[in-house]
C-alpha cells in the first residue's frame, strides 16, 4: 500500500513551497500527496481577538476546487486535489481520518510578531493535537533545498520522552529516504557534560534504527533557540525536529516559548514530532 502525505495548503507562497518540498520527499519512496484546503462555509470567529472572518460563497468555493486540482495536475507525482468544506480544526480531523497519512505537511509564512503568527500558521498545534507528525516548510526555502533530507537534527532536552505513535511511525520513512538522525541538545555552561538521559531517551524512542557513533551533539552556553540554530549550522542538517509536549498555543503566543522563537528563525523545514513526557529518572 503507498504512502499517504496531507499537504494543507491555502494557495499561499508558503503553500506553494509546501507543495513542491512534499513531491520532492514522496518521489522516491512512491507516496501519494492529497492537497487539502480547507473553506469553512460559516463565518469564524476568533474570540481571542474578536474577530470575524465571512462565510464563503459556492463561486469562491467552484474556484478554489478548481486551482487546487490545477496545482495537483502539476506536480511530479500522483497527487489528489480536496477542498472541504468544515469548521476548520474538523476539516484537519475529516482528512486525516480520511487518509491516515504518514505525514502532515504544510507551509511556514514568514512572520513578524505572535498575532500575525497565530493567524498565518495556524497548522502549529496540530502536532500535539493529533499525534501526527507535523513538517512545516518554511515559504523562503531555497529552490536547491527542496530535495529529501539527508540528515536530521532532533532537539531533545536532557529529559525522558516518549513519542507519540504516529511520530514513531515515522521511522520507515526516514530510513527509505536515507536520512541519518542526529541529536543534539542545548545545555547551561554549568552542565556542559549532562546530556545522559536525553541521550538514553533518543536510543529507545524508536526514530531511527542506527544514530551516530559520537552520540549526542551538544551545544554550550546560548540560549536554547539560538544554540538549536547553530547546532543545525554546525552538522550541516537539512531538517530540524523539535519534540511537541504540547503546552498550549495559547502559552505560545502570549509567553513565548524555544519552539516559537526557532519557528520565527528557522533557515530549514522543522519537523514537529508530538511526545508525552515521562517522570524523571
Not at 532536552?157 to 541529536?183: H, K, N, S, W
Not at 551516530?212 to 549550522?233: D, E, F, K, N, S
Request: proline share 9%.
Amino acid at each position: 500500500m503507498a504512502l499517504n502525505f496531507v499537504v494543507l495548503t491555502d494557495f499561499s507562497p508558503a503553500g506553494a513551497r509546501a507543495q513542491a518540498y512534499a513531491a520532492a520527499l514522496a518521489a522516491p519512496v512512491g507516496a501519494v500527496l492529497h492537497l487539502v484546503h480547507i473553506a469553512s462555509p460559516m463565518p469564524v470567529t476568533t474570540l481571542e481577538y474578536g474577530l470575524s472572518l465571512p462565510a464563503l460563497d459556492g463561486g469562491y468555493v467552484r474556484e478554489i476546487r478548481h486551482s487546487l486540482a490545477q496545482d495537483a495536475a502539476r506536480l511530479p507525482v500522483p497527487a489528489t486535489a480536496e477542498v472541504v468544506e468544515n469548521d476548520w480544526y474538523a476539516a484537519v480531523v475529516q482528512a486525516l481520518a480520511a487518509y491516515r497519512p504518514a505525514l502532515l505537511i504544510s507551509g511556514l509564512t514568514a512572520t513578524h510578531g505572535r498575532f500575525d503568527e497565530w493567524f498565518s500558521n495556524r497548522t502549529l498545534p496540530l502536532a500535539h493535537n493529533t499525534g501526527y507528525p507535523l513538517l512545516l516548510v518554511p515559504e523562503h526555502l531555497p529552490a536547491a533545498a527542496v530535495h529529501p533530507p539527508r540528515r536530521l537534527a532532533l532537539a531533545v532536552r536532557d529529559q525522558p520522552f516518549a513519542l507519540a505513535p504516529p511520530a514513531a511511525a515515522l521511522a520507515p520513512l526516514l530510513a527509505a529516504l536515507g536520512t541519518a538522525v542526529l541529536p543534539i541538545t542545548v545545555l547551561p555552561a554549568a552542565e556542559a557534560g549532562a546530556g545522559q538521559r536525553g541521550w538514553r531517551a533518543v536510543q529507545h524512542c524508536g526514530l531511527a534504527a542506527a544514530l551516530p557513533p559520537g552520540g549526542l551533539h551538544r551545544v554550550v552556553g546560548p540560549a536554547p533557540a539560538a544554540g538549536i540554530q547553530q547546532a543545525v549550522a554546525e552538522l550541516s542538517a537539512d531538517v530540524l525536529a523539535l519534540l511537541d509536549s504540547g503546552h498550549g498555543w495559547m502559552n505560545m503566543l502570549f509567553g513565548g516559548s524555544v519552539l516559537s522563537e526557532v519557528l520565527r528563525h528557522t533557515q530549514v523545514p522543522v519537523l514537529l514530532l508530538a511526545t508525552q513526557e515521562l517522570p524523571s529518572e
